[in-house]
């Protein structure tokens, strides 16, 4: 799920191309609707109540983005109804999203070049993240081809991971000899109380149901553990200055979430959790790729950098690049 849309220029009508999770890079399309199948429209969607409250209240939220989202009225989340039921959605992300040989072939050797910048900004992060816990056992939900977690391995941690994707998890086997499953957080087996820290990068806006993945995160883990997330920042200043251009509104027709510090903040601590660390975070890129997501906010600029960039061949170096529109929150268990 996180990042798991590759960067190679892959899709279908209708659906922007993204990279990491986070980075448009072009609005191309290709036409073969095999490789990353849609809802089709005549899909049953019904509402569905808050996941963080219950209520049933609600009104339209940016409704000139065309996303059907909604904001509940009594606690603010921010979510898509009516929408497919679970069962639909679990189809979309969790088999042919992924399950298909294009996204295998194609796709992820893209994702893979970026490993060099994955496997930075996963340093970044667990710089931070032993500032709060010494390393043990680690659990990253949607691990994808397992860059963070060889990463935190070879930092002293012990690693396991999950995907929904099953080439990734072979992936991370094949390549890393990492303990890698292909399932989701919720139907796998795993021990109670025996983890000390799971991360979900770019994870928790795509489930149908975010409240039981982070209720599990908190029955895996033991008392004084950490969770960390990343997710877009529906109340950052970016969302709130760009509007329905919000570049986090056009990652993904898939997001049927958008948290804000306050409301992730509540559904941790409905969970039991301590809130210890928020921040926004970035992501290492390319010069290339910074370019491209530039390019839909200041065309001039990108276009006189470019010439910059050919000049000096400079396409490859990585900047840390920071939007202030992801947000990373880590928690402890009370
Ligand atoms: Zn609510």
Known sequence: MRGRMPE???????????????VPLAKQTIHNDTLSPRLSDDVVRRHVPCNLC???????????????????????LVYVSPRPDAKELYALYGETYFHNNESGVVGYSNYIKDE???????????????????????????????FFIDEAHKRGWQVEGLDV????????????????????????????????????????????DPKAYIERAAQL????GIVALATPDVDS?????????????KLSEEHIYYFSIKTLSQMLEAAGFEVVDVRHVGKYVTLRLFLDRL???????????????????????????????IVAITARKK
Request: proline fraction near 6%; hydrophobic fraction near 35%; charge should be neutral.
């Open 237 to 249: 200043l970016p969302a709130r200055l760009t509007g329905k251009r919000w570049v986090g509104y």
């Open 54 to 76: 219950g209520s049933d209240a609600r009104e339209p939220f940016c409704p000139e983005n065309g996303l059907g989202l909604v904001q509940c009225q009594q606690c603010g």
């Open 116 to 146: 060099g910048n994955i496997r930075k900004t996963s340093n970044r992060r667990l710089t931070l993240l032993e500032r709060f816990i010494q390393p043990g056992r680690l659990l990253d939900v949607g691990c994808a081809v397992g």
């Open 8 to 22: 190679h220029r892959r899709t279908n009508p209708g659906r922007h191309v993204y990279f990491l999770g986070v």
């Open 165 to 208: 994707s099953s080439f990734a998890v072979e992936y991370a086997r094949d390549h890393f000899g990492v303990d890698a499953q292909n399932g989701s957080l919720t139907e796998l087996d795993y021990e109670p109380g025996a983890y000390d820290m799971v991360t979900m990068w770019d994870v928790i806006e795509h489930v149908p």
């Open 295 to 325: 390019g839909m906010y200041a065309p001039w600029l990108a276009k006189l950098l470019e010439l910059g960039e050919r000049a000096f061949k400079l396409s490859e170096w990585a900047l840390y690049i920071n939007p202030f529109d």
């Open 221 to 224: 883990l033991r008392p004084g």
